[in-house]
């Protein structure tokens, strides 16, 4: 599966940002989904991305870094093959480029490791 992200900017802080994640080549129902994100000045390797959200093939239970509780909601529309991440309230530590991801099992889904495939990233930046 060929995952895009897509939605990324500038805000000032205090607002908000919706992030979309669409996929092609199979049908987004059949994987768990999550977003992770990599702050500027901590290249990293891929598996080492913070965990910002995660949701489950259905939809029903939903996944979320202590950080963005209350603050982040995510989301998806199997018929559309989309996901969303839903921002609000972003703080400047909010900064970073956003990574969508997929994985068949919910089984550590806060280890980006653990996902098989990857969207190319889309770049959210909150000013103070």
């Known amino acids: 599966v060929q995952l895009q992200a897509s939605g990324g900017g500038l805000v000032q802080a205090g607002g908000s940002l919706r992030l979309s994640c669409a996929a092609s080549?199979?049908?987004?129902?059949?994987?768990?989904l999550g977003w992770f994100r990599q702050a500027p000045g901590k290249e990293r390797e891929f598996v080492q991305r913070e965990f910002v959200a995660a949701i489950s093939l259905s939809g029903g239970t939903t996944y979320y870094a202590d950080s963005v509780k209350g603050r982040f909601t995510i989301s998806r529309d199997n018929a559309k093959n989309t996901m969303y991440l839903q921002m609000n309230s972003l703080k400047p530590e909010d900064t970073a480029v956003y990574y969508c991801?997929?994985?068949?099992?919910?089984?550590?889904?806060?280890?980006?490791?653990?996902?098989?495939?990857w969207g190319q990233g889309t770049q959210v930046t909150v000013s103070s």
């Open positions: 080549g199979r049908t987004l129902s059949s994987y768990v």
């Open positions: 991801a997929a994985k068949p099992t919910i089984i550590s889904y806060t280890r980006a490791g653990s996902y098989d495939y």
